[in-house]
């Protein structure tokens, strides 16, 4: 059983500093791309970056330069570090996988909470 796990979250202050991690585990499937969405009460869940096999990157505008994705190599472990965090950053942070082997599909792990304090 396909399972995505988040850590890292918790509470940081204006202007800190924070990583997240997402493991996936249970599953052989090959793993395509993995990424993070955030959300925050009342509001639909929002894309922030992804990364691929081969490590190309995406973001968000406006996000990339304090938020940087990455991927242990020949893992399907990835990070996200969130460099200068502004209150606005505070949201539910939900790490994906799209995977699988003839029919791929996203998968989500159960969300790890951000909270900047200003």
């Known amino acids: 059983q396909v399972h995505l796990e988040e850590s890292g979250g918790g509470l940081v202050h204006s202007g800190g500093s924070l990583r997240l991690s997402c493991a996936a585990s249970?599953?052989?499937?090959?793993?395509?791309?993995m990424g993070w969405h955030r959300q925050v009460p009342g509001k639909q869940r929002e894309f922030v970056a992804s990364i691929t096999r081969s490590h190309r990157s995406n973001y968000t505008s406006g996000l990339e330069g304090r938020f940087t994705i990455s991927r242990d190599l020949g893992e399907n472990r990835i990070h996200l570090q969130i460099d200068n965090v502004k209150p606005e950053d505070t949201a539910v942070y939900f790490c994906?996988?799209?995977?699988?082997?003839?029919?791929?599909?996203?998968?989500w792990g159960q969300g790890t909470q951000v909270t900047v304090s200003s």
């Open positions: 249970g599953t052989d499937y090959v793993v395509y791309e």
């Open positions: 994906s996988g799209y995977m699988g082997w003839h029919d791929p599909k996203i998968y």
